[in-house]
């Protein structure tokens, strides 16, 4: 299986948090501030996790919002769909000002070349 969420764990410079069952790194996008949050293991179901994964996993979305937190963005998203990479994973998306709001930012921010804000 090539798994482009599993590759990236192997980089081990990318994670900025980890704990035993999740994973929080810079996301790849050119959006300051803008974060994965990503089963450790190949996971593509909400429904296989355990209650101690869930736990971990609101740890670590806690980590996640302190982080985005400091680059003080207006609003944060987060959106979990893994259809395009099935392995469990969620956008922590900043909203600045002056951006636009709701779905037409995510659908921005996840696609290529999203213009840093001003």
Known sequence: MNCPICEAHKNKSEIIFQNEDWVLRKADQNLEGYLYL?????VDSWFNL???AFENYGRALHKGTEI???FQPEK??????AEKVPHLHVHLIPRYENQEKGIDHIAKATGPGFPKPM
């Open 50 to 52: 355990t209650a101690t």
């Open 68 to 70: 985005l937190k400091t």
């Open 38 to 42: 990503e089963h450790k293991e190949h």
């Open 76 to 81: 944060m998203y987060f959106v979990a769909i």
